[in-house]
């Protein structure tokens, strides 16, 4: 196409400059776009311009908390449209998280319809949802109308919209702040404000105020989420003294609050048998749960953490997710501290204080210089709204005086009104009015000229003199402006306090003690085992539950004496008859393939002592342990547990005196069983059987001759049973046992007609 030749040539355009110095200069433009219009809060109202731009269009469009919702899509549509030319979707976003309670600690924008879970899902399109303000926004706001700020041009310059907002609730440490610009970033953790208020109103007091001062009211993180801050407090203090740290958050273990509102701070939830549970009630902050299911659940498919079985989110309007363990034997606080080690129920919020001073300059910024500069930009506030309050007084004053002259000299007023031409002037150079003070009674009506009328404007004119006088005081005086400001800071804090709902502190701060050493005895993985113990001490163990009754090969000459069923994560009680416990984990059993291997390889076991009883441990049981003596006592199975391979010695034996029963006691039993070997029953309260570590034991029956032969426990209520004779399986069950129930240490009755001649009771 044919260019015109007084068309400037363009190639006269181009600068002769090395490439990196333009690339520079361009870069640093991005960058310093980035740092002052986007990615970094500004220190006085804690907001970046598309969240100060959100907040202005929803203003605008009167979405007060009094007023109904409208739709997010005109919100989004406004700001876009007037003032932020960026795309719908990154508004929007930023609108959204405005308004979720798990991402902001005190919401801007009350949300109506689907604004996204702590799952991570995202919110409904902004065609289906609608929002408005909260009355937090409000207070953040307040003051707009009143010349607090400067308003600029929006980006076309058809509009205005307000630097700042002038506000005195302290959002920028309420709420927090991420972001990334230019080689720098920032990022602010939200806080308590009845906390923010009380360490600025020490300031206010004595701006002198050291740092460990502040930090006695200023306790530190208050995550929307809640958890726990497990950091020391040294640690939070100088974080916050520096502006730069990490703070190390935990997710709550808790099944609920008291009657008081306080946590229930194990998070075990107790089940039947003896099994329990952990429950998580909140989880860190900005960790989404869905994710954390997702991790969890891997740590337990991958064998990660072979101590805990399952996982469960049953969670509805409040988080509660449950870690099922794979034995009630495992250590719960075990448990929780390979939680915080290999999933995100315990994450690091990493404390950078990095915002945009008054004169729009980043730096990193600890806690007390930050405060001290957003009461200087506060008290700045104040006095441009106190002059802007001076300079409408004045406005009013001038036409108040005015009318109080007109009704002075009305009949003059009226005359000149009636007679000349060009009343204005007339009754300027008469009575000394100004230009405003005349139209102003010329535009009077003349209802207003009753004598109730003038009566007010004079009350009017005294009471805005009187402010008038309390402002120029309060201008003149930093005192009053300080006590003014501590004034406003306590009525706020009224709507913040730690007795309400919205005001309650979420997050504790409390420290975490050392870190335990892992065990390994606890990551072990729980499978189902059957126990198989030789009459000559032969263990081995099969995998899965087997019939008991099941038959199994031996080495010649030997024969089955125990099979139990069990579980990995167990451990064995194996006693002798020399009264000597040791015990085994089920995890380092030999396998079934073969014959297994001699216990005695295992434990040191005397070559002349007997096997009496094989059985699993269970925490917090009892076993009843007796002697051919017919003495025995009741032991708890914690105290039976050795750490060693010599075992424990708990039943005091002496030549002729052998350990010959150990049975576990049910918790539901109330009474002992006892017959001998000259077929004497004797039964008495289980009360009368003492608990001891260790010793001889009490006299369960005498004889005159012969020895115990067996011992149980029981409940009387359900009466004593035992086996029939043959292969039938029948059993009988004699309920009336009054003759046989006496004291302890009685010779007994015969038994009842039927009872087996081997004198041995049912198990």
């Excluded at 079985?309 to 448990?335: A, G, Y």
């Excluded at 008054?358 to 910024?365: C, E, F, S, W």
């Excluded at 441009?384 to 003059?412: C, F, M, P, W």
């Excluded at 009988?732 to 007994?748: F, N, Y």
Aim: aromatic share 6%.
């Amino acid at each position: 196409m044919p260019t015109d030749l007084t068309d400037p040539d363009p190639f006269d355009a181009i600068i002769d400059a090395p490439f990196d110095a333009a690339l520079s200069e361009r870069y640093l433009v991005y960058a310093l776009s980035t740092i002052t219009a986007r990615s970094l809060p500004d220190l006085r109202d804690g907001l970046k311009p598309v969240h100060r731009r959100l907040l202005w269009a929803m203003r605008q469009l009167k979405l007060d908390p009094s007023q109904a919702f409208k739709k997010s899509a005109r919100v989004v549509g406004d700001v876009i449209g007037k003032y932020h030319p960026h795309g719908d979707a990154s508004v929007y976003d930023a609108m959204v998280r405005l308004a979720q309670d798990f991402a902001l600690r005190y919401p801007l924008v009350e949300g109506q319809g689907n604004f996204g879970n702590i799952d991570g899902d995202n919110a409904a399109a902004y065609r289906y949802t609608e929002a408005r303000m909260t009355k937090t926004a409000m207070h953040l706001m307040a003051g707009l109308d009143e010349g607090t700020v400067n308003f600029i041009p929006t980006y076309n310059g058809e509009e205005e919209e307000p630097e700042i907002f002038p506000g005195l609730f302290p959002n920028l440490l309420a709420n927090g702040a991420t972001g990334i610009a230019v080689g720098m970033a920032t990022s602010i953790p939200s806080h308590n404000v009845a906390e923010i208020l009380d360490a600025t109103l020490m300031l206010i007091d004595n701006p002198q105020t050291e740092h460990a001062e502040l930090m006695q009211v200023f306790h530190g993180p208050d995550f929307p989420t809640g958890g726990i801050v497990v950091d020391s407090p040294q640690a939070i203090s100088t974080a916050y003294e520096q502006g730069k740290g990490a703070i190390r958050v935990r997710a709550r273990f808790s099944t609920g609050r008291d009657e008081d509102g306080n946590w229930e701070a194990s998070g075990i939830e107790k089940l039947g048998g003896g099994q329990w549970q952990l429950v998580v009630s909140e989880i860190p902050y900005m960790v989404q749960k869905g994710k954390l299911i997702e991790q969890l659940a891997s740590l337990i498919a991958d064998k990660k953490l072979p101590i805990l079985e399952d996982v469960r989110d049953e969670s509805d309007e409040q988080i509660r997710i449950v870690l099922v363990p794979k034995s009630r034997n495992v250590d719960p606080d075990l448990l929780k501290e390979s939680l915080y080690k290999l999933s995100d129920l315990e994450s690091r919020f990493g404390l950078n204080l990095n915002v945009l001073d008054a004169q729009r300059t980043p730096g990193v910024l600890g806690l007390k210089p930050l405060l001290l500069q957003w009461v200087v930009a506060q008290i700045d506030i104040l006095q441009r709204r106190s002059q802007h309050r001076l300079d409408k007084i004045a406005a009013r004053l001038e036409l108040v005086e005015g009318y109080i002259t007109a009704y002075l000299n009305l009949d003059r007023v009226i005359e000149i009104i009636r007679t000349e031409d060009e009343p204005k002037p007339v009754m300027m150079a008469e009575f000394g009015l100004t230009d405003r003070q005349t139209e102003a009674i010329l535009n009077m009506r003349l209802r207003s000229l009753r004598k109730l009328e003038e009566m007010e404007l004079r009350k009017e004119h005294a009471e805005l003199l009187k402010e008038q006088d309390e402002l120029n005081k309060l201008l003149e005086s930093p005192t009053r402006q300080r006590t003014r400001l501590k004034r406003d800071l306590a009525n706020l804090r009224k709507d913040y306090a730690e007795t309400t709902a919205l005001g309650r502190r979420r997050t504790t701060i409390e420290e975490a003690a050392p870190t335990r050493e892992f065990s390994m005895d606890a990551m072990i993985e729980k499978a189902p085992l059957t126990v198989i113990l030789s009459a000559r001490g032969w263990i081995r163990a099969a995998s899965g539950h087997e019939p008991l009754d099941r038959e199994y090969k031996f080495k010649e000459g030997d024969g089955p004496a125990f099979t139990l069923h069990a579980q990995t994560t167990d451990k064995l009680l194996i006693a002798c008859d020399n009264g000597r416990f040791y015990t085994l984990g089920c995890d380092k059993l030999p396998g079934a393939r073969g014959f297994g291997e001699p216990l005695r390889s295992m434990v040191d076991i005397d070559a002349t002592a007997q096997i009496v009883a094989c059985l699993v441990y269970r925490p917090k049981a009892q076993l009843l342990l007796a002697a051919n003596t017919g003495r025995g006592f009741a032991a708890e199975a914690d105290e039976l547990l050795a750490e060693t391979r010599k075992g424990r010695g708990v039943m005091t034996t002496k030549e002729g005196v052998k350990l010959t029963v150990v049975r576990e006691i049910a918790e539901s039993h109330d009474h002992v069983a006892v017959i001998g070997e000259n077929r004497r029953l004797l039964i008495f309260s289980l009360s009368e059987l003492p608990v001891l570590a260790k010793g001889q034991g009490v006299t369960l029956q005498r004889y005159r001759d012969g020895a115990l032969s067996d011992v149980i426990t029981l409940r009387l209520e359900d009466g004593l049973s035992w086996a029939m004779g043959g292969d039938s399986g029948r059993t009988r069950t004699e309920k009336d046992l009054r003759q046989w129930k006496v004291a302890r240490g009685a010779a007994g009755s015969f038994p009842p007609q039927g009872f087996p001649r081997d004198n041995k009771f049912a198990i």
